[in-house]
């Protein structure tokens, strides 16, 4: 069993659930919200994904050689 616990997440609902799920247990809990790299995620939900989907073909066809998979979804 833990006596204590950090967590660090970058989602507010994230660490409200740990703060909920540990309120009435003995652990030690302490979060926090990671900000720092909200505003590149911000710019990436709105971007086009073109780029991003090409990658990601490239990549599972790389995989998919590797491992013989089927497919390999996201």
């Given at each position: ?13 994230n660490?409200?659930?740990m ?11 302490t ?9 590149t995620v911000?710019?990436f ?17 790389v ?9 390999v979804?996201?």
């Amino acid at each position: 069993n833990f006596h204590a616990i950090v967590f660090v997440d970058d989602k507010m609902k994230n660490t409200d659930n740990m703060e909920q799920g540990f309120a009435n247990t003995a652990v030690d809990l302490t979060t926090i919200r990671y900000s720092r790299e909200d505003e590149t995620v911000e710019r990436f939900f709105n971007q086009p994904k073109t780029e991003v989907i090409r990658q990601w073909s490239a990549l599972s066809l790389v995989i998919n050689s590797i491992f013989k998979w089927s497919s390999v979804h996201p």
